[in-house]
């Protein structure tokens, strides 16, 4: 997702699953404590921070940092700050990303990359709310509120010993698990249409819309990137869409190969998406003793089954 800042408007969808994630979001938005952000990389943990602090009412600022992008050294200057001397390079004092988050958010991203001497750091800031700058003798005071996030399973790394159980105990006051895509899939179109909406205005093709075989294909695949490779894909289908065109028919490649997984991996055309759907459905009659058990195969309701197999003239089980 882009860097813009984000609220609790920004979470697109109204699946219960979504719905239930923001009225949490809003619950723990007045609470001042410390906030763990849990699930998978794309599934939005940046946005959720973001809302969180958006409603929490705090005078200070959103400040960010991603505890996997930077070395060691780097990371222990990016939170403290230092002073001027400190070490080579140190040309002038700079003030810490604690410091900057005082009254306000300290979002740490990817806190399961936090080196383990940091964390021992870390700990008593939290508890402390006082840290010194790398090359001073004198503590600094900063009253943030800190939220994490994780793709990790920090409860497993505390023990096989690579996360302290007490910072884990610390940044795990309260818990927001964020769901995957794949399990809010009736999000999907609604996302779909919001991305297309923002980047065919922004790419310069405004008007663009999604067939409806290319919407099914999209609601059927899995998303291992989450809301992150929705984007990216919408954005990339757009830039590639043909000039003039308002119809968006085109499967990416990624998609389709895993829909052909259903069919036994013949190939198909990137435009027949019934065709495709036919051999799935052929697919898992074939294999399946009922139509209820092929229904469950295809993640379809034992109603949506029957009206497809009518759709494709399929001749029913026996």
Known sequence: MSKAFYTIDDLIGSSRRLLDLKRLVRKVAVVDTALLI???SGCGKELI????????GRSGGFVAVNCGALP??????????????????????RQGKCSSADRGTLFLDEVGELPYDLQSKFLRVLEEKRFCPIGSNHEEEAGFR?????????EEMCR?????????????RVRINVPPLRERNADIVELMNFFVEKYSVKIG?????????????YRRYSWPGN????????????IFSEPGSSIIDHVSEQIRNKLQSLTGGRCLPTHNLKEL?????????????????????LGISRATLFRKMKEHEIEPLD
Do not use: M, W
């Open 205 to 217: 093709k405004p008007g663009l819309k999604f067939s409806t075989e290319v919407i099914e294909a």
């Open 72 to 93: 060691r050294e780097l990371l222990e200057s990016e939170l403290f700050g230092f002073k001027k001397g400190a070490f080579t390079g140190a040309i002038a004092d």
């Open 227 to 238: 809301v992150r490779e929705l984007e990216n894909l919408v954005e990339r289908e757009i």
């Open 160 to 172: 096989s010993g690579e996360f302290r159980t007490d910072l884990y105990h610390r940044v795990n």
């Open 38 to 40: 849990c699930g998978e």
């Open 146 to 154: 800190v939220v994490c996030a994780t793709n990790r399973d920090l």
């Open 49 to 56: 921070a973001q809302a969180v602090h958006s409603l929490s």
């Open 277 to 297: 759907e036919k051999l799935a459905l052929e697919s898992a009659l074939k294999c399946s003793e009922s139509r209820d058990e092929a229904a469950l195969i």
